[in-house]
């Protein structure tokens, strides 16, 4: 092996060695510093819907409220984003004319480059009000059903799961849209024409070429919005309400997520047994996030083997 191609291979194995091990040392960081907090906590840590941090000698807290509101607007998020980032993707790059698609995606990709707190302002103060007639319109309509009953903010539509879910759809867009167009855009050529000199119309060329070459690459993108999705801070931050009532699976209840929830409550992060209770909580949404990738990547080997 030339000196070169061995320095390189060392540089990239020690690059990849480097966010491995930091990543571990994270892990590590969170699990030392959350154990005081677990230990001296007196309720269950997974299935309590307490959250009582203020007195260090009286700690009372669990996170299945925050594991399930986290959850719901992700969910939420991604029912909304997928379909729209989907056909964006392919109207770029299967119907609109180069001299539109271009700055069309410019437009799309600056969303990316919009801060959280903007658009959580903008969630709050001018979507959530239009928003309402729409979620009182699917109150009355499929009330019920468990998901769209009345919430637990007593028939406040405002800052509720629906609305937070609606503001990280539009935040996941770039995200699910970009990935999404560059693996439609490397469909083979041939059989692009292939499919249309044996006579298919243009939505029978997308629905047996470019859909099943980009179906991995789609999911992929959307588990990675997913994951954006979990770990939003600021802007959920800014348009849920009520953080400390429990959740009641409506998608119009208040409640906090993980990010949310820590964020919120910065203040308390003075007494280091108090602050534990909250690095517990963060441990918990980084496995989280490992569990989505591990899922999307077993998502998308099954699909390259299929």
Excluded: C
């Amino acid at each position: 092996m030339r000196p070169g191609d061995r320095v390189f291979k060392n540089l990239t194995t020690g690059a990849g060695v480097f966010i491995v091990a930091l990543i571990g040392l994270i892990g590590i960081f969170l699990l030392i510093q959350a154990i005081p907090a677990l230990q001296a906590n007196k309720a269950n840590f997974l299935t309590a819907r307490v959250w009582a941090t203020g007195d260090p000698n009286n700690l009372m807290f669990g996170i299945l409220d925050l594991l399930l509101v986290t959850i719901a607007t992700s969910l939420v998020a991604l029912v909304i984003a997928m379909p729209v980032s989907l056909g964006i993707a392919l109207f770029l790059t299967q119907y609109a004319p180069p001299k539109l698609a271009r700055p069309f995606a410019y437009v799309i990709d600056l969303l990316a480059a919009v801060p959280s707190i903007i658009f959580g302002l903008w969630g709050i103060l001018v979507l959530a009000p239009q928003l309402v007639p729409v979620a009182r319109w699917l109150n009355e309509t499929f009330g019920w059903i468990p998901i769209f009953a009345d919430g637990n903010l007593g028939g406040n539509f405002a800052g509720t799961i629906f609305t937070a879910g609606v503001v990280l759809a539009v935040m996941l867009l770039p995200i699910i849209t970009s990935l999404t167009r560059e693996v439609f855009q490397r469909t083979p050529t041939p059989h692009l024409e292939g499919a249309l000199a044996l006579g298919a119309t243009r939505w029978e060329v997308i629905r047996t070429t470019v859909l099943p070459f980009g179906k991995a690459g789609y999911i992929g993108a959307s588990m990675l919005g997913l994951g954006r999705a979990l770990g939003e801070t600021i802007a959920l931050s800014v348009i849920l309400l009520q953080p400390s009532l429990n959740f009641d699976w409506s998608i119009f209840d208040g409640g906090a997520t993980f990010a949310s929830k820590i964020a919120s409550n910065y203040a308390e992060f003075n007494n280091p047994t108090s602050a534990g209770a909250y690095i517990a909580a963060g441990l918990v949404l980084f496995l989280l996030t490992f569990l989505v990738n591990i899922a999307a990547r077993a998502i998308i080997g099954d699909k390259k083997e299929a």
